[in-house]
């Protein structure tokens, strides 16, 4: 379990699974949050830890935090 948390807007706190509109357009699934001083940080450059989102056209992104553009559709 990660350390580190990340909340939407409405002060929910994002969990891995979880199903996601970004910039109210796209649909992604949080893949992993990863916590601070770990290899992934490093290897992202999220010092302060983040978490990966998978979208459904197999694009995929890190985020370092969330904000406005990021609101949860579903929690699997």
Do not use: H
């Not at 891995?16 to 990863?34: H, M």
């Not at 770990?38 to 904000?67: H, M, P, R």
Request: proline fraction near 1%.
């Amino acid at each position: 379990m990660s350390k580190v948390k990340f909340y939407y807007q409405d002060g929910l706190e994002l969990q891995k699974n979880d199903t996601v509109l970004v910039n109210d357009k796209q649909i992604a699934r949080v893949e992993k949050i990863f916590d601070p001083g770990t290899g992934d940080a490093a290897n992202y450059f999220c010092e302060k830890g983040g978490f990966i989102l998978a979208f459904e056209n197999s694009d995929v992104q890190v985020w370092g935090d969330t904000d406005e553009d990021i609101s949860l559709v579903r929690r699997n």
